[in-house]
């Protein structure tokens, strides 16, 4: 069974600077997805980013972006220029690619906190 | 688009009450998906469905049932409420094909006393 682990369970960032998230996956397969979620404090559940595993070059989206490592099942997301609207539940999750359960495997979550 | 459309935003039952989560999108969405979230836990598969009249059990599914009489709804089904089923509960659809993202539901908390 595939599982997702973030081993940090709160950060926090000073407005304006850098933070990185982490999340390891176990997983035998070769194609599926990987995805960080943001839960703010509405409970609304918002994609942040989305990589696919036969692609090598990390997803970006705008401040947001990720460090994919395939052979090490590590899949974090780095936030750049912190803003106080970055505050929230971080989840990452997993899907399986063609052919597999449809579900999304997801992290416990992690609580980013910036600091004004 | 409204998107996905949860009903009740909050509930509180009582033990052995019966209830139903609804759950509707306006995106012509074939899937269809019920998670549960804990405290300090991720999401959870409930049921999830591929199309009208098409249904399977995901990872926690006891408990639980639901039906997909169309392609826009999928109700969500408690019988004899007890305790465990605390938790906040989320819709979620997506368009066919496997690349697709999952668009959630705002959730909805419920309490059984």
């Known amino acids: 069974a595939q599982t997702v682990t973030q081993s940090q369970p709160e950060m926090s960032v000073q407005e304006a600077e850098t933070v990185t998230l982490s999340c390891t996956y176990d997983?035998?397969?070769?194609?599926?997805?990987l995805f960080w979620y943001k839960q703010p404090p509405s409970r609304q559940m918002i994609l942040v980013i989305r990589?696919?595993?036969?692609?090598?070059q990390n997803a970006t989206e705008n401040r947001f972006s990720v460090n994919f490592q395939k052979a090490a099942k590590s899949f974090s997301l780095k936030i750049s220029d912190s803003q106080l609207g970055d505050a929230a539940m971080y989840f990452c999750?997993?899907?399986?690619?063609?052919?597999?359960?449809?579900?999304?495997?997801f992290g416990k979550g992690m609580k980013l906190t910036v600091n004004p | 688009n409204a998107g996905v459309t949860q009903t009740p935003k909050f509930r509180i039952l009582k033990i052995g009450q019966s209830m139903t989560l609804q759950c509707t999108q306006d995106?012509?969405?074939?899937?269809m998906y019920w998670y549960r979230q804990d405290p300090g836990m991720g999401l959870k598969l409930i049921y999830y469905?591929?199309?009208?009249?098409?249904?399977d059990k995901g990872e926690v599914p006891n408990g639980y049932n639901v039906s997909r009489s169309t392609t826009e709804d999928f109700p969500l089904r408690l019988e004899l409420a007890a305790p465990s089923q605390t938790s906040v509960y989320f819709c979620?659809?997506?368009?066919?094909?496997?690349?697709?993202?999952?668009?959630f539901g705002p959730g909805t908390r419920l309490t059984v006393l």
């Open positions: 979620a659809s997506r368009e066919t094909g496997v690349a697709n993202e999952q668009f």
């Open positions: 997983t035998s397969e070769s194609d599926y997805y």
């Open positions: 990589q696919e595993a036969y692609k090598q």
């Open positions: 999750a997993y899907r399986r690619g063609q052919g597999g359960s449809e579900k999304l495997v």
């Open positions: 995106m012509n969405h074939n899937y």
């Open positions: 469905s591929v199309g009208a009249g098409i249904t």
